[in-house]
C-alpha cells in the first residue's frame, strides 16, 4: 500500500480516505518523511484531550505529500528561517505552502485560552517590518516568497503600510513582488484615499485567515478597497450630487436589535469609484467629493466598531463635519503618503 501513494517504506498504515485530488493517511507507526521542509515525524498515538486526530499525513494523486499532522511540535525548515510547527501543508511540487505552529483540538475540555498558552510569540521579518506576535499560520507562495500571516485571534501588533504605521488585526497578505496586498485595521483609522481622507474599518471582519482582508492595497501602494462603519460620501459634479454611508441591518445576535452594515468602497484605475459593488458615475477626476461622520442611527448595536473595546457612541450629526476635495493621487508617489 505505501508504493501506492509513492512513498516506500511508509509503516502502520491503518485507514485511507480519498479527498478531493488526495488520500488522507492514518498511521500508528512512527515513520520519518523527507520533505523540502526537513524531515518530519507524522502523527501516530492516540488521540488526547488536545491532539486532533483526522489523519497522519494526507497524499496528493500524483505521491507528492499534501499536509503533515506531527506528532509533537518539531522545527521546520521556511524561507524566513525556521519555524516549529505541529502542521505543514505542501503544494503539490513540494514547495512548502503554510505551516501552523500549534494545531489543538479546542472544545470543552481544551479552551482557547489553553491554546494560546501553548502557542509561541514568534518575530517574523515581513515586507512590513517585524512582527512579533502569535500566529495562526504564515502562508508562502510555490515561488517562496510570502502569502499572508494569519494572527492569532486578540492579537494587535503594529505594521507599516502605504499610508503609515497601523495597528492591525486577523493578519495580513502581500503581493508578488512583496508589497502590503489587504489587511484589517484593529480600530477605526483615517486611510488616505484617491477622494480623500475615510475611516476605515470592517466589523464584519472574519478572521478564518488572511489571505484576504478589508483594506486593499494595489503593488504601487496604492489604496484600491476599504470599508468603513463612520464615513459617509458625497459626490458631486455641478448640481448633480448622490450619498453614500454605511446601513443598519437586523442583527445576527439579537433577535430584537440592529447593527452596522459598512460601506465598500472601491477605486479602480481609470478613476472611477464603486460603493457597495456598484460602479458609480462620478470619476476622481471631474468630480468632487465630501467625506463626513457618520452617524449609527440608534438603537443599533456597535459593540466592536472601535475594536478596542472603547466606546463609540458619542453623538455626532449625520450632515458634512468634515468637507475634503479630493487630491489625485495617480502620478504620485505612494511612499509620500507615508508618515513615520
Known sequence: MPEEFGLRGLKGITATTRDRGSTLLTLNRKNVISTEAGKLVPQYTESDVRKKYNGSAAIYDSGSVKSISMEERSPVRTPLGMIEAELVTFYESGA????????????????????????????????????????????????????????????????????????IRIGASFH????????????????????????????????????????????????????TVNSGVTACVGDKQHSFSPGVRPSLLSASGWEVAPLTVCFDDDGSVAFDGVRSEFRTGDARFRIWRHAVPMPVDISGMNGDGTDATEEQSCTAVAEQTAMPTRGRDPHSLVRL
Do not use: H, Q, Y
Open 96 to 167: 512548502l505552502k503554510r505551516v501552523f505552529p500549534v494545531n489543538g483540538k479546542i472544545g470543552g475540555f481544551w479552551t482557547e485560552a489553553d491554546e494560546t498558552a501553548l502557542c509561541p510569540v514568534l518575530s517574523m521579518p515581513l515586507p512590513c517590518g517585524t512582527v512579533t506576535a502569535r500566529f495562526v499560520n504564515i502562508s508562502f507562495r510555490e515561488d517562496g516568497g510570502i502569502r499572508s500571516v494569519t494572527l492569532w485571534p486578540g492579537e494587535t501588533p503594529e505594521i507599516d503600510t502605504p499610508t503609515g504605521a497601523m495597528r
Open 176 to 227: 508578488p513582488n512583496g508589497r502590503l496586498r489587504t489587511t484589517e485595521p484593529a480600530r477605526p483609522t483615517d486611510i488616505c484615499t484617491p477622494i480623500g481622507t475615510i475611516s476605515a474599518f470592517d466589523t464584519d471582519a472574519v478572521g478564518v485567515n488572511a489571505d484576504t482582508g478589508s483594506l486593499e492595497f494595489s503593488c504601487d501602494g496604492e489604496v484600491r478597497r476599504l470599508r
